[in-house]
């Protein structure tokens, strides 16, 4: 049974059928600022009450500055950690507080793949390995068998099945990702994880991995929860995107929507600085004051006027409401819809 649908809320437009749905969640991690023991430890909030609802077959793009909480929130919504507050519901079923075996059989269906294609893969096993240890581990596959998908995995993401045998040193940057895609893909996940998948790779590389997960979502049914720095390349991959800013996220609107009509002071800033392929084209000019402030000191209000060049004093005495600005628009500013 999929979860209810809800109001419009800073997840956006009402999903009638999501494959993940986050309510309120909130991930804070207690640290010592000091060396004395005796002072209490400070509290970090990474993600700091999110809602957010993630269509089924979609493609949702995560964007903000280091720092943010972009990886944080990507890690609760696969369970990779565990909130302390809020909760979510996977394909129907509340997964907030899982573990042991449940996790582990919930696991298949949410997979990731990780920014570093090198890191990510053991650099003493081969490709098959790899490719093939979810596949002994789940469907206890063996023999001609396991070769057999291990083969088919490989030709699905581009690669010629005679990689199988080498070792991830052997392979490019672009070839090693392609691996780890094969891997995320060998259990026929329904949600992955795409963690700055991109950001790592040459820019001619990362247009051939974009068209390769836009392929394999519609081949596959797939759903993605793409995390990125750079607006351009969610453009390209992304049908929805959300704006996150120290823990919170602003704005959620349509991927067309928020590039043509952005509606957060924050996205008007990130899309003033991203780089457009015609230098004829203007863009306004918007300039932020000082540096993001600490998630251990949040300021009130608005968490985003410190640097705004819009802040009021209502911005520092309440927090901005979520406003509907359009169809499966909306932001969290005082002055959406007046931008």
């Given at each position: ?262 509606q957060h002071p924050y996205t008007k800033a990130l899309l003033a600085a991203s780089p457009v392929p015609d230098p004829s084209l203007k863009r306004e000019r918007v300039v932020l004051r000082g ?49």
């Amino acid at each position: 049974m999929s979860a209810p649908a809800m109001p419009p809320t800073a997840a956006g437009e009402v999903v009638s059928d999501p494959i993940l749905s986050m309510r309120s969640v909130s991930k804070h991690f207690r640290v010592r600022t000091t060396a004395n023991p005796f002072r209490p430890a400070s509290v970090l909030k990474a993600v700091d009450g999110v809602t957010l609802d993630i269509a089924r077959g979609e493609t949702f793009g995560l964007v903000g500055e280091s720092g943010s909480g972009k990886s944080t929130l990507g890690r609760l919504a696969v369970r990779l950690a565990t909130p302390t507050s809020g909760t979510i519901d996977f394909d129907g079923h509340d997964i907030t507080g899982i573990d042991g075996e449940v996790l582990r059989r919930t696991r298949r269906h949410m997979q990731v793949v990780f920014q570093d294609p090198l890191g990510s893969l053991n650099p003493r096993m081969r490709v098959g390995d790899i490719i093939g240890e979810p596949l002994r581990v789940f469907d206890h596959l063996r023999g001609s068998a396991l070769e057999d998908r291990v083969a088919e995995l490989l030709r699905a993401v581009g690669l010629d099945p005679s990689r199988a045998t080498a070792r991830p040193r052997a392979l490019s940057g672009g070839q090693r990702q392609r691996v780890g895609i094969a891997r995320a893909i060998s259990l026929n996940p329904s949600l992955i994880l795409a963690d700055e998948a991109v950001s790592a790779l040459d820019v001619s590389v990362q247009a051939q991995i974009t068209n390769l997960l836009d392929d394999l979502r519609e081949r596959l049914g797939l759903t993605y929860l793409f995390i990125a720095h750079g607006l351009p390349i969610v453009r390209q991959v992304a049908q929805r995107v959300g704006v996150m800013y120290l823990g919170r996220i602003v704005e959620v609107a349509r991927v067309d929507d928020l590039f043509d009509n952005p509606q957060h002071p924050y996205t008007k800033a990130l899309l003033a600085a991203s780089p457009v392929p015609d230098p004829s084209l203007k863009r306004e000019r918007v300039v932020l004051r000082g540096e993001p402030p600490t998630p251990l000191n949040i300021p009130s209000g608005c968490r985003f006027r410190t640097r705004c060049p819009m802040a009021q004093a209502i911005c520092a005495d309440s927090a901005p409401p979520v406003v509907v600005v359009g169809p499966g628009h909306t932001s969290e500013c005082h002055f959406a819809g007046q931008l």
